[in-house]
């Protein structure tokens, strides 16, 4: 029996790759461990070791062959005795992705829309202060529809690279550092070819060292640079979250106004796909519940380069939570190195009358899928993007109820203290006599995320949760 | 391979003129005598919270200061005070700090723990242990970034140094030869706990694994302080990145201002206030060896005196700040 060599897959995520190398030829012999060949994705490179011993018989796949799907036969191995005569041909028949294009399975190209009847937004004076005050106030200015003229197409992780970039190439106080982001090109990948342009002053890898290197990144700020911070995932932030809050979150009060940290802590945030508790946490709530940070959550690529662009500029602290299963998604980015959405300002992503969905980072897609679906079964849902979390456009989410006067908030995190939870404090505060129907959250299961795939599925909002919540509060 | 060291005979003698000698003790009796009064306001109730007193290591400040140079940056914990005045900080603005009032430092927002002063290049006054370590990493990071030839003096107590994160920042600043002095300040108690039940092995040789050079000296021997600091940061400012200096002290006064001391004998305390002191010992050399007549010691005395009745008619009489002022400084504004 010959056997097959099949293409692997990377990660959790990964559905196909790019055969770029055969380092073993036709009729090389092969030990178990021997490295025959490379492949990669838009993600990491890797090297396919045999598994099993024989003469390469035949290479299925050719070197340079562009999204090979994941467990297709890329090689045959012969056993003692076989020759090329013994592969069964039809078998192995290799299989391609049928636009030729190599991306990941939920790759979609989403062209965003710009809804016309969005408030404009105004100029406040004091804005914090009145944040800080609870009051309602409409968000700050932003005529986002004049950006989307010229626009190309980019991944989330392009466009944070983008973000980065521009603003490095501005500001020469703006540096990046991390574990990974040099010479690896970023652990997802996110800061590929910034080492090459900036150098190693610039492009910083650090050892894996949370609570110092972010300890660091705050005494370079109070020196008056623009540190962007990466973490490999918001759940070793954990690590550095005492220099988070009591060292960059506090001392420009404790200091009576005098002593500023505009420092960016960005990284990956929530379940990015069978890494199970350690991992996956959405940390949007923690952050979000400290005075003296910003955060944001960026859902498509224009939210991604608008928001961190804005994160950098700040001269305050800002959390800016990623998520894993956007950064290969492919979205419309406007090319005006100016595009900086504002803090604070929510995007109402789809229009519509009977109820409203409030949703950020990676579950705006779901939000938007769940829409969708309801359209189909008669219910006109209106899908907010809150983007900022900290501070929140109360506004936008409040006069979107006094419409709709049903709202359902989805968050990929825990209910319990969560954002879902303050969004309905909010509500209940602002809105009540408008209310048709309690309001509801849609969240992740109140347990440590388990890794088993169908138990973490049912641990996860899906889109059927979203719409089975929102007709309940329809009462359909 | 790291050297470290526990005398400081070897260090090269560092002169002083006598209008230097004279600033120092200046220096050190408007630390002093800040801090008493400090002791006294809180003990009226004028001062709340957490207090910390610098009381018998003020010689340490004023060494290390003296051989500084002005874009030098100085980082420290929560005793702090005395780091502040030297740093060039008014002392009223401090003493009104302390007293919560709107003319203070911080608007009265921080308090005695959290004094800042970016202007003096004087970057806190953080309340959590172990935190100046690495912020210290990150000033240094930056000076090094900016090339401004600069030096960081980040003071830690030695209940920090078993902070991990010291040891994190460590690697780092040796790991890029950041121009960072690492300074201990031992005053023998972590809080109550003594060095001997905290803290395994000398603290000026955690250094060694990284090749961080060490050294160990005498807290109360100004002059010894300011002949290993200028050693260190001559060393540090010629590339060679971070060095750590073990400055074994002692605080007269309680861990802060509720503390009995039950932790230790009045005897020990005695024998520091009583022989070691180092204003003393300094007006004692004046004095011997002819360099200042008691008449003009006499007088920096009572200037001393007048800048310190000065910042507590202020630190008491200016008002509490606005109830405005609740919700100003949490953000840096945003032009819109």
Request: net charge negative.
């Amino acid at each position: 029996m010959t056997i097959e060599v099949l293409m692997p897959a990377l990660s959790p995520t990964m559905t196909e790759g790019n055969l770029a190398k055969w380092i073993k030829k036709e009729g090389d012999k092969v030990e178990a461990g021997d490295i025959i060949a490379e492949i990669e994705t838009d993600k990491a490179t890797m090297e396919v070791e045999a598994v099993d011993e024989g003469v390469l018989g035949k290479i299925l796949i050719p070197e340079g062959t562009e999204a090979v799907l994941v467990n297709t036969p890329i090689a045959v191995l012969l056993e003692d005795g076989e020759t090329v005569d013994d592969i069964d041909m039809i078998s192995s028949a290799p299989v391609i992705a049928s636009d030729g294009v190599s991306k990941s399975e939920d790759d979609f190209v989403e062209s965003v829309s710009v809804i016309s009847s969005q408030i404009e937004g105004e100029i406040i004076e004091n804005r914090d202060v009145l944040y800080a005050q609870g009051v309602v106030i409409p968000p700050p200015k932003f005529d986002e529809a004049s950006f989307m003229n010229d626009t190309e197409t980019k991944t989330v992780r392009e466009a944070l690279c983008d973000a980065m970039s521009e603003e490095m190439r501005a500001d020469d106080s703006v540096f990046l550092m991390g574990e990974e982001v040099a010479e690896y090109q970023g652990a997802y990948k996110v800061s590929r070819g910034m080492l090459e342009e900036f150098g190693e002053k610039r492009v910083i890898d650090t050892p894996i060292t949370e609570y110092g290197f972010t300890g660091m990144g705050v005494g370079a700020a109070f020196n008056g640079l623009k540190p962007i911070i990466e973490f490999m995932s918001m759940d070793f932030a954990m690590q550095a979250m005492d220099h988070i809050i009591n060292s960059a979150a506090k001392t420009l009060y404790m200091s009576g106004g005098t002593m500023g940290c505009p420092i960016v802590f960005r990284g990956q945030n929530g379940a990015s796909g069978r890494v199970a508790a350690q991992h996956s946490q959405c940390f949007a709530s923690w952050f979000a519940h400290v005075p003296g940070l910003k955060v944001v959550a960026p859902w498509s690529g224009c939210d991604a380069k608008g928001l961190l662009k804005a994160a950098i500029r700040d001269p305050n602290p800002v959390i800016v939570l990623e998520h894993e299963a956007m950064y290969g998604q492919s979205f419309e980015v406007p090319k005006d190195t100016d595009f900086v959405i504002p803090m604070g300002r929510a995007k109402i992503e789809k229009e519509g009358t009977d109820v409203t969905i409030i949703a950020f980072s990676v579950m705006v897609g779901k939000a938007l899928e769940a829409a969708e679906k309801l359209a189909e079964q008669g219910v006109s849902a209106e899908v907010i993007n809150l983007r900022t979390l900290r501070p929140l456009d109360t506004y936008t989410v409040i006069e979107s109820v006094k419409k709709t006067n049903r709202i359902v908030s989805v968050e990929e995190g825990w209910a319990y203290a969560g954002i879902g939870s303050e969004i309905a404090a909010l509500v209940n505060e602002h809105a009540f006599d408008y209310l048709d129907a309690p309001v509801a959250r849609v969240c992740a299961a109140d347990v440590p995320l388990p890794y088993a795939a169908n138990l973490e599925k049912l641990a996860l909002p899906q889109v059927d949760d979203i719409v089975h919540k929102v007709k309940e509060v329809c009462y359909r | 391979m790291a050297a470290s060291k526990k005398s400081n005979l070897k260090n090269a003698p560092v002169s002083h003129s006598v209008e230097e000698l004279k600033k120092y003790y200046k220096d050190m009796l408007l630390m002093r005598r800040f801090e008493e009064k400090a002791g006294q306001l809180y003990g009226m109730g004028l001062i709340g919270g957490f207090c910390h007193l610098y009381n018998g290591q003020e010689a340490v400040v004023t060494g290390i200061q003296s051989v500084q140079e002005p874009q030098d940056t100085v980082v420290t914990t929560y005793r702090e005070h005395a780091h502040a005045l030297i740093a060039g900080m008014e002392p009223k603005e401090i003493m009104a700090e302390l007293t919560g009032r709107s003319g203070g430092c911080s608007a009265g927002k921080g308090g005695s723990m959290h004094i800042f002063s970016a202007e003096n290049n004087f970057y806190g006054g953080h309340g959590i242990v172990g935190a100046s370590s690495a912020i210290g990493t990150g000033l240094a990071f930056a000076h090094k970034y900016k090339e401004d030839r600069g030096v960081c003096v980040a003071y830690m107590g030695d209940g920090a140094a078993n902070q991990g994160q010291v040891a994190e920042c460590y690697n780092m600043a040796a790991l890029w030869k950041l121009p960072v002095l690492y300074v201990i300040e031992n005053n023998k108690y972590a809080m109550g706990t003594s060095c001997q039940r905290h803290c395994a092995g000398e603290l000026y040789k955690r250094g060694e694994g990284y090749g961080i050079k060490g050294e160990q000296v005498d807290g109360m021997d100004l002059f010894a302080i300011k002949a290993a600091a200028k050693k260190a940061l001559d060393y540090i400012r010629s590339g060679n990145g971070p060095y750590i200096l073990e400055v074994m002290t002692y605080r007269y006064r309680g861990h802060s201002m509720s503390d009995p001391g039950k932790y230790r004998t009045k005897e020990e305390v005695a024998s520091y206030k009583d022989e070691r002191d180092p204003i003393s010992n300094l007006k004692e050399k004046l004095i011997n060896e002819k360099l200042a007549t008691e008449d003009e010691l006499k007088a920096i005395a009572n200037e001393i005196k007048d800048i310190i009745k000065e910042a507590v008619d202020f630190a008491t009489n200016c008002p509490e700040p606005e109830p405005s002022e609740l919700w100003t400084d949490v953000l840096v504004p945003v032009e819109e």
